[in-house]
């Protein structure tokens, strides 16, 4: 047994993030009520150092831990992309739990081992490091769910994802095993050079591709495999909902690109078929269901859906291209789904804090007139919906501009027109709660009206949002160009 | 000797198997799993595969089967209610394992052997060594990475399981 320096510095800031959650977990019994918020900045303090370390490891492509794990610029984009999503969902979380009176430190502690799971998730180099990350992350998430226990919604999110997530993680480990079986080895380069020697034949990887494809769909929220989505996202607490609908997709976007193009990039004619249908499924099903909600957190819980599809065109038409066009594809979905944190996370945050007698304005109904009561919000809201529906010259429109040239150079220009379409589809619904807004006059007394209830630490969360959208939308290119970076190559 | 003990724990499996689910007492049925599942151990323990029988004990007779009880106990199911016409979809999982089952033992003179280390090397050092070397060498980051999993699970669960996590003086 030997652990060499090499390894343990390159999971450095894993080991900063559980670090930091053990400490965090253990100071909490200790900690009077009124302190906890040190926590969160304990918190943020270490993501902070791991933005530095990460930052230096955006070079190189190196393993440590015998090729479990792998450190190379693909993994450091998502690892910096999460640090900033988590930094932000505790940001957002200081405000929500204080108006929600949920005043638990395990919580921080749980963000974090959450986090530590996504790290391990993008940076496995070996299957069984992916799905080891991608348990921690949803066993941390179904907890996070669930800590609403006086209400009966959030006991059944935090069910309903247990249940479905382990059956999901089952599926997961089916295909797992039969690539095991296949390749003699769980490491994603051997399974590669596996299937380059056998050929894509082999009807046991066609199986193995299908279960995992599920798998993996499962925690990616795509038709058909979004069942629990919904419910989950409605009835989690809000800074949650943010935390599962922006960071869990990332990291599982992350963890799904490598597999797929890492371990079973040889067999992309075939997957890219099989994802063709799971992308026209989710755009169709995800806009069209999201129309008739009246929920708020429901419409955006479909919405996420939708957005899955839209990045899903990017690795349908990388997979069908070899070289450089396959570079491009999987950069615009990097780029997609950075742009979508953004947005997302900023939408959700508001939701959270407009609050009528205490209680979540949760109901489309509640934003009626929210433009006169408080304007700023309401502009905010703007942004954030317009930039949702990808309408220029928000960040939303430029994460779906590169994915349709990526369709359209890829020569999959069908595909680009279909999500067009559905992209026109989805601007009614995201500007009916515009005009629900600015059009309609308020209902019922003053006091019985919802308001945003302000704090530095959500106004700082909201300023990041905002930032993050208009001005990715207005100069994409450094983003882009650290995309084009560590996207992954078709070999 | 060897086939003395495997005829006898064989037959021992094969006969509490039976008594699972015959048996109309659902806590008898229990304890007949029970028996069944240390005498799966010990056809391992012939085998020499001493770590699989250790957990074989450990896991399923230690913790799968007090679940089991658990839930006979806490849903105190009587025992005519048990049976719901499991008959046809019993029979035909029967039948379909049959098949398997035959069509394994005719094939595993031409089936290739797994990967990985041979047996004999196993049976060299011992197989619980090995497997302990390779989880704190080539498996350790996974390795860890369960431990955290567990970690989770553990507090998660006295979380939702605490009373008064709502504070209620403001």
């Not at chain 1, 969902?89 to 204080?98: E, G, I, N, R």
């Not at chain 1, 069984?128 to 226990?149: D, F, N, W």
């Not at chain 1, 992209?423 to 308020?442: C, D, G, K, N, Q």
């Amino acid at each position: 047994m030997s652990i060499s320096l090499q390894d343990l510095l390159a999971i450095l800031p894993e080991l900063i993030v559980i670090g930091a959650a053990c400490l965090v977990l253990a100071l909490d019994p200790i900690l009077e009520t009124a302190k906890k918020d040190l926590l969160a900045w304990l918190t943020l303090g270490a993501l902070a150092m791991c933005i530095g370390v990460t930052s230096s490891q955006m070079t190189g492509h190196t393993y440590a831990f015998s090729n479990m794990v792998i450190l190379d610029a693909y993994a450091a984009f998502w690892k910096l992309l999460l640090y900033l999503v988590t930094g932000l969902t505790v940001l957002l979380s200081l405000a929500y739990l204080k108006a929600e009176r949920l005043r638990i430190g395990e919580y921080y502690g749980f963000i974090l081992l959450a986090l530590a799971g996504m790290m391990v998730m993008v940076s496995g180099a070996d299957l069984l490091t992916i799905y080891l990350g991608t348990e921690l992350m949803s066993l941390s998430l179904y907890v996070m769910a669930g800590l609403k226990r006086t209400e009966a919604r959030s006991l059944e999110a935090s069910a309903k994802y247990f249940v479905l997530g382990a059956f999901s993680s089952g599926i997961l480990l089916y295909g797992i095993s039969l690539l095991y079986g296949l390749a003699g080895s769980t490491s994603l380069s051997v399974i590669a050079e596996a299937i380059t020697m056998q050929g894509t034949s082999n009807p046991i990887l066609s199986l193995a591709l299908v279960l995992l494809a599920v798998g993996f769909g499962f925690k990616l929220a795509v038709v058909p495999f979004h069942m629990w989505t919904p419910d989950v996202y409605q009835g989690s607490p809000t800074s949650v909902t943010a935390f599962m609908a922006v960071a869990s997709k990332a990291a599982s976007f992350g963890a799904f690109l490598r597999v797929f193009v890492e371990g079973l990039g040889a067999a992309s004619a075939d997957w890219s078929v099989l994802f063709t249908i799971i992308c026209l499924a989710t755009l169709a099903l995800g806009n069209l269901v999201a129309i008739v909600q009246t929920s708020i957190k429901r419409m955006l819980a479909y919405s996420s859906i939708a957005h899955a599809g839209y990045a899903l065109i990017g690795v349908v038409v990388a997979g069908g291209h070899r070289g450089d066009g396959a570079g491009g594809g999987f950069a615009s979905v990097l780029l997609y789904i950075a742009i979508y944190s953004f947005m997302t996370l900023g939408a959700f945050a508001l939701i959270g804090m407009l609050r009528k007698e205490g209680q979540e304005s949760e109901n489309i109904e509640d934003y009626a007139g929210l433009a006169k009561r408080e304007p700023l919000a309401a502009f905010f809201m703007l942004v954030f919906l317009v930039s949702l529906a990808g309408i220029p010259p928000t960040a939303g429109f430029i994460g779906k501009f590169y994915i349709f040239m990526a369709a359209v150079n890829g020569g999959m220009t069908w595909l680009a027109v279909v999500a067009v379409v559905f992209a026109a589809i989805s601007a009614f619904y995201y500007l009916r709660i515009v005009m629900v807004m600015y059009m309609r006059e308020p209902e019922g007394t003053v006091a019985s009206q919802s308001r945003l209830e302000t704090s530095p630490a959500l106004s700082f969360v909201l300023a990041c949002a905002l930032a993050g959208v208009v001005l990715l939308g207005l100069f994409p290119n450094g983003l882009w160009s650290l995309a084009t970076h560590a996207a992954p190559l078709l070999k | 000797m060897n086939h003395i003990f495997f005829f006898y724990f064989a037959a021992v499996i094969a006969g509490t198997s039976v008594l699972v689910v015959a048996l109309r007492n659902p806590v008898y049925s229990a304890l007949a799993l029970l028996i069944m599942f240390f005498h799966v151990a010990g056809l391992y323990v012939t085998l020499h595969a001493e770590f699989l029988a250790a957990v074989q004990i450990v896991v399923y007779a230690g913790a799968i089967l007090v679940l089991y009880l658990f839930v006979v106990m806490l849903l105190s199911i009587r025992s005519e209610e048990r049976y719901h016409n499991q008959l046809p979809v019993a029979g035909l999982l029967g039948v379909t394992l049959c098949t398997e089952v035959l069509l394994l033992l005719i094939q595993s003179r031409t089936a290739p052997s797994a990967p990985g280390r041979s047996v004999e090397a196993a049976a060299e050092t011992g197989n619980t060594e090995m497997i302990g070397e390779a989880l704190y060498s080539t498996y350790l980051f996974p390795f860890e990475v369960a431990s955290l999993i567990l970690l989770v699970a553990m507090i998660g669960a006295i979380i939702l399981a605490k009373k008064d996590i709502i504070e209620t003086t403001e």
